[in-house]
Structure formats: structure tokens, C-alpha cells
């Protein structure tokens, strides 16, 4: 870094753009930091998420299990010195199947983990196994790795609200979830401790000169200002592709669009202590006869008779709510706001989550008050983010963070600093890099990839 006092402009205000300006701050002590938005922070889609977390990722490498762990301990330093305002928990992920086919899958997925740093794998094969169950509350639990279950009793046993038919769950440990509001609010509230500001705009430009950026152009209403700059973090969530354009740099990410729908859960079908559940299996929807014929007389209501992909997931939220997503249909799209309302999701996402868990049959598909939203996950082809420097000095990337965007957040933040104040990196820093993509060996290894982790 040059020896001047830098000037670090960040385009973007959700929590990539706050976590990389906590970094900054807090943890590098720079005090000249600018954040330009032009909504308001933490508000497009960073609001938008299931709010979990997980060490436990496929991959060819340890990369995004040791990213993932880094985040992880960074969030649980939030949580220890804010006396869990974040409200963190560690109740695991439970992967469930009843596909008998599936659970070679989930035996080599948890040893695949442990390969990979996630912790230990322990297989439950018979009843006499022994299983420590996660805590409801807090967050300080030693257990890593993961439990697979294919002992029907136990099953019903340790997850009596799980499908009869289910033959096999497996039970990632360092996982849950938190308040993803809380998280944003605690580092917003820190930086502006330290003297970041937020300018309200929209980024219309990015100066460079001699080969590196020099100011970025930005218009609010009928205003428009150049504020100067030494580095610039292009942190623009969804908008990210168009804000690198103004740099000259295509970014190899698209966009998906998720919703997910909330409701209060009355009856309570869910019991409050469950962890995530996540449905391995694809599955038609459950409809009684009568809503068959109904359905049938409505040409253009068949296709939801029709196979739904595996995926669909939900978890208990506070005293009585409940959240699902049910991510149906995976296509690239454009960003558009506000997001177009997607048919039937709410009455889609509960009857496929209830093929998981039965007791949210009582609903009939139609939940009280549902309220859905949501936003975009925007990835690259591997569903790895892009964190680090670009071929523009002084610019830099903090993207493409998908569905994981809550619980990379601190160590993405982190990474970004490092790069900036040229600290020690750590091993996992290359395989974020946009500069990945110029090596043939791993553009050779995108072919052949397999699962990238999300749900």
C-alpha cells in the first residue's frame, strides 16, 4: 500500500459491503472509509435470508470448509462480546432421506467433511449407538463434524417429527443460525462508531488514471459528486455486474432468484427445538384426490403435478413462527425490483416441506398469513464467491456469495481488508480469487465439479 493516507470507497452498504468496512476498522484501525448506497443499508437482500450457517461443504479442497470455519469464529466473537445479541445457535443442519439409494451419499458426504476439516463423521447403524443431542440454545457446543443416522429407532427416536419413511438423516454440527439484522446492525453500528459514512447514491462511474482507480462518480436525485478515492470495493450485491462493467470487467457470476415464506406456525407442527431440515429427495407434491380433480380441470395448474427437485428446507423461527424456501425453479434471471411474485409459492413451499414433516399437513397447504419475500442469489458457476483484487489497481471484489452470503460475511469482510492493508493471507485466499479462472488446470476442474453446496 502506498504510503499516503488511503481513501478506501466501498459501493455497497449489505453485509458484504458493512462486514468489509468493519475489517477495515475495526480490526485494521484505517478511519478514512466511505460506504455508497443507494437504498438503504442492509435492506435489498441481505434482509432476505434463512439467516443459517455451516462449516460443512463439498468441494475438491478444504477451501470453503476453512473460509467457512474462519467466518464461523469470527461471528462467534460477535456473539461473545455482544452477549449473543446476534442471537447464535448451534442446532446443526439435518439432511433427511427416504430414498435407500441415498445413504451411501450421506455416509461418503460426512466423510468427504471430515476429509475436508469439518470434523469428525459418526455413523448410528444400530440402537444401542450413542448420540448427543445439540443444545436449543447458545452456541458454545464442542461437537463438529457429523452424525448419520440409518437406524429407523433412533430416528424416531431423536426426530419423532420426521416422515415414517425417512431412512437416513445426517446431522451437521457446526451449523445453525442466528439474526442475520442483529449481525448487519452490530457492525453498521460499530463503523459508524468509527467514523464511516454513508453517501446516498447511486454509483455512475469509476475514474482511473495511470492504471489504477482514482474517484467514483456518484448521482443521487438531481446530484451528482466524484468523491476521491485510493481503493474501491465493488460490494454491490446483486447489482455487482453492473457496477464491475464500469471498470471494463465481466464477472462470471449470474443471478438466481429465492424466495422463502414465513409463517405462524399454530398449530405447532414444528417443534421449536428443531434444527435446519434440509429434504435430500425429489418429490411429487402431496395433493388429496380432491384437489387432483380440481387441479386437473386447470390446464395451465398441471405442471404442479408434475416432479419438484430435492431441496426444500425450513427451520423453526422464534416462539412460534416458521420458515421455508423451496428454491423450484433454479434459473439465471435478471435482477429486477421489486421482485415479480412467483404463483403459488407459499401453498408449493409448505406442502413440500410437509412430504418432510407431516404434522404441517394440517395446514393444507394453506398457512395463516403467510408472508413471503425475497431476493437474489448471485453466484458463480462453482458457487464460489470472488473476494480479492482485480486486474484494475485498487479495485476489488466481494461477490457472488450466493445463499451463504450471512455466514461468510465476517471472514469476507476480513479477506478483503487483508488485501487492501497487504497483510498475511490466509491458504484458502486464492480459490476466491477472479484470477482463478485464467488457470487452464482449474478451468479443467470446473468440468468435472460436481455439487457446489447450495440449497
Same mark, same amino acid.
Given at each position: 500500500?502506498?504510503?499516503s ?6 459501493c ?8 468489509a ?7 485494521h484501525?484505517?478511519?478514512n472509509?466511505?460506504?455508497v448506497e443507494?437504498?438503504n443499508?442492509?435492506?435489498?437482500t441481505?434482509d432476505k435470508?434463512?439467516?443459517a450457517?455451516r462449516? =460443512? =461443504?463439498?468441494?475438491p479442497?478444504?477451501a470453503m470448509?476453512?473460509?467457512?470455519d474462519?467466518s464461523?469464529?469470527?461471528i ?10 446476534i442471537?447464535?445457535n ?8 427416504a430414498?435407500?439409494?441415498k445413504?451411501?451419499f450421506?455416509r /461418503?458426504?460426512?466423510q ?7 470434523g469428525?463423521?459418526?455413523?448410528h447403524?444400530?440402537?444401542p449407538s ?6 436449543e440454545?447458545?452456541?458454545?457446543f464442542?461437537?463438529t463434524?457429523?452424525d448419520?443416522?440409518?437406524?429407523p429407532s433412533l ?6 417429527f420426521?416422515?415414517?419413511d425417512?431412512?437416513?438423516v445426517?446431522h451437521?454440527?457446526?451449523?445453525? =443460525? ?9 457492525? %453498521?453500528?460499530?463503523?459508524?462508531a468509527?467514523g464511516v459514512k454513508i453517501v446516498?447514491?447511486?454509483v ?12 467514483? /462518480?456518484?448521482?443521487?436525485?438531481? /446530484? ?7 481503493h ?9 455486474s453492473a ?6 470487467i ?9 424466495f ?8 405447532g407442527?414444528?417443534p421449536r427445538?428443531a ?9 411429487r407434491?402431496? =395433493?388429496?384426490?380432491e384437489e387432483?380433480a380440481?387441479?386437473a380441470?386447470?390446464a395451465?395448474?398441471?405442471w %404442479?403435478?408434475?416432479p419438484?427437485p430435492?431441496?426444500v ?14 428454491n ?5 434471471v435478471d ?6 411474485e412467483?404463483?403459488?409459492?407459499? /401453498?408449493?413451499?409448505l ?8 404434522? %404441517?399437513?394440517?395446514?393444507n397447504?394453506?398457512p ?15 458457487n464460489r464467491?470472488l473476494i480479492?483484487?482485480v486486474?484494475v489497481?485498487?479495485?476489488?471484489i ?8 450471512i ?6 469482510g476480513e479477506l478483503?481488508?487483508?488485501h ?6 490466509p491458504?484458502?485466499a486464492?480459490?476466491f480469487?477472479?484470477?482463478?479462472y ?5 478451468c ?6 460436481g455439487?457446489g453446496?447450495q440449497l
Amino acid at each position: 500500500m502506498s504510503q499516503s493516507k488511503p481513501r478506501i470507497l466501498i459501493c455497497g452498504a449489505g453485509i458484504a459491503g458493512v462486514a468489509a468496512a468493519y475489517a477495515l476498522t475495526v480490526d485494521h484501525g484505517l478511519d478514512n472509509v466511505v460506504m455508497v448506497e443507494p437504498g438503504n443499508p442492509l435492506s435489498l437482500t441481505s434482509d432476505k435470508s434463512t439467516e443459517a450457517y455451516r462449516n =460443512w =461443504w463439498p468441494g475438491p479442497d478444504r477451501a470453503m470448509t476453512a473460509f467457512m470455519d474462519r467466518s464461523i469464529d469470527l461471528i462467534e466473537e460477535i456473539a461473545r462480546a455482544t452477549d449473543n445479541r446476534i442471537n447464535l445457535n448451534r442446532r446443526g443442519y439435518l439432511f433427511a432421506t427416504a430414498d435407500p439409494g441415498k445413504i451411501p451419499f450421506l455416509r /461418503e458426504m460426512a466423510q468427504m467433511a471430515e476429509a475436508r476439516g469439518g470434523g469428525p463423521a459418526r455413523f448410528h447403524d444400530s440402537a444401542p449407538s450413542r448420540y448427543t443431542p445439540s443444545p436449543e440454545h447458545g452456541f458454545d457446543f464442542s461437537l463438529t463434524g457429523a452424525d448419520v443416522f440409518t437406524e429407523p429407532s433412533l430416528i424416531r427416536r431423536y426426530f419423532p417429527f420426521l416422515t415414517h419413511d425417512t431412512v437416513a438423516v445426517a446431522h451437521a454440527r457446526r451449523a445453525g =443460525w442466528l439474526s442475520a439484522q442483529q449481525l448487519g446492525a452490530v457492525m %453498521l453500528e460499530a463503523v459508524r462508531a468509527r467514523g464511516v459514512k454513508i453517501v446516498k447514491g447511486r454509483v455512475a462511474g469509476i475514474a482511473t488514471g495511470g492504471g489504477r482507480v482514482r474517484a467514483v /462518480e456518484v448521482e443521487h436525485e438531481s /446530484e451528482h459528486m466524484t468523491l476521491q478515492a485510493s481503493h474501491v470495493v465493488l460490494a454491490a450485491g446483486p447489482m455487482q455486474s453492473a457496477v464491475a462493467g464500469l471498470l471494463g470487467i465481466d464477472l462470471p457470476i449470474t443471478a438466481e432468484r429465492h424466495f422463502k415464506v414465513s409463517f405462524p406456525d399454530t398449530l405447532g407442527a414444528l417443534p421449536r427445538s428443531a434444527p435446519m431440515l434440509i429434504w435430500l429427495d425429489r418429490q411429487r407434491l402431496p =395433493w388429496s384426490e380432491e384437489e387432483r380433480a380440481a387441479l386437473a380441470e386447470d390446464a395451465e395448474a398441471r405442471w %404442479l403435478f408434475e416432479p419438484f427437485p430435492a431441496g426444500v428446507h425450513g427451520r423453526p423461527d422464534g416462539a412460534a413462527a416458521t420458515i421455508i424456501l423451496y428454491n423450484h425453479h433454479g434459473e439465471a434471471v435478471d435482477p429486477v425490483f421489486p421482485l415479480p411474485e412467483q404463483d403459488h409459492y407459499a /401453498e408449493i413451499a409448505l406442502r413440500g416441506m410437509s412430504t418432510m414433516v407431516p404434522a %404441517l399437513k394440517a395446514y393444507n397447504g394453506r398457512p395463516t398469513r403467510p408472508y413471503i419475500d425475497g431476493g437474489y442469489y448471485m453466484r458463480t458457476r462453482e458457487n464460489r464467491p470472488l473476494i480479492g483484487p482485480v486486474a484494475v489497481e485498487g479495485a476489488y471484489i466481494s461477490c457472488a456469495y450466493s445463499g451463504f452470503g450471512i455466514m461468510a460475511s465476517r471472514a469476507g469482510g476480513e479477506l478483503i481488508a487483508r488485501h487492501i492493508t497487504q497483510s498475511a493471507l490466509p491458504d484458502y485466499a486464492p480459490a476466491f480469487l477472479l484470477s482463478r479462472y485464467q488457470d487452464p488446470a482449474y478451468c479443467a476442474l470446473l468440468e468435472n465439479w460436481g455439487d457446489g453446496g447450495q440449497l
